[in-house]
């Protein structure tokens, strides 16, 4: 059982734009920044989104992030067939003093 | 380009103690927190710890009585013991580097997988 709440799951069709939400807590998300991570089919986790909404140089602007009170959540637009991959929300935890991680969301490009 | 890489016995009997070591290269370890991560096959990620280059260390709570994170400086590379380790242990391990203790991981190694089997 995960900290962070995501959906196992996510599809969508090439063009379309997708949300995958992440659920939290005060000590949590209510409190401190949210990351995302992609997690392409065997390769190493990638930081996707930090700071809520802050792209790393290389990531394309079709990716965005925003967090409100103990929820955030990623949007994917202009889907892609290279966009199938896990993604994992993370945030430091005040309470457990740590770094809590969502379950991961397997998106799927149908 | 900072770069990380893992190393350690890929097989560790139950019991035993799991230790690993992330080597950093095209950069310095100085002035940045450094991180152990794992996913078990199949499942997601899960934090184990953290180590800030002058020592300080931050472990997940239910894994802290097992774990030890250290780092040397001189070295340029950071470490991971686990002790008493079960079959749950098994996984893929990942070092990564963080800026600040709650920022993301922005650099990651490729990996290292540790099987825990007699």
């Known amino acids: 059982q995960s900290v962070l709440t995501q959906p196992p799951s996510a599809s969508g069709t090439p063009g379309q734009r997708v949300a995958i939400s992440c659920s939290g807590s005060?000590?949590?998300?209510?409190?401190?920044?949210v990351n995302w991570y992609q997690q392409l089919p065997g390769t190493a986790p990638k930081l996707l989104i930090y700071?809520?909404?802050q792209r790393p140089s290389g990531v394309p602007d079709r990716f965005s992030g925003s967090k409100s009170g103990t929820s955030a959540s990623l949007a994917i637009s202009g889907l892609q067939s290279e966009d199938e991959a896990d993604y994992y929300c993370a945030a430091w935890d005040d309470s457990l003093n740590g770094v809590v991680f969502g379950g991961g969301t397997k998106l799927t490009v149908l | 380009q900072v770069q990380l890489q893992e190393s350690g016995p890929g097989l560790v009997k139950p019991s035993e103690t799991l230790s690993l070591t992330c080597n950093v290269s095209g950069g310095s370890i100085s002035s940045f927190y450094w991180s152990w991560i794992r996913q078990p096959p199949g499942k997601g990620l899960e934090w184990i710890g953290d180590i800030y280059y002058l020592g300080s260390t931050n472990y997940k709570s239910s894994l802290k009585s097992r774990v030890t994170i250290s780092v040397d400086t001189s070295k340029n590379q950071f470490s991971l013991k686990l002790s008493s380790v079960t079959a749950a242990d098994t996984a893929l391990y990942y070092c990564a580097r963080k800026i600040y203790y709650y920022s993301g991981m922005d650099v990651w190694g490729q990996g290292t997988t540790v099987t825990v089997s007699s």
């Open positions: 700071s809520n909404n």
């Open positions: 005060s000590s949590n998300l209510g409190s401190n920044i």
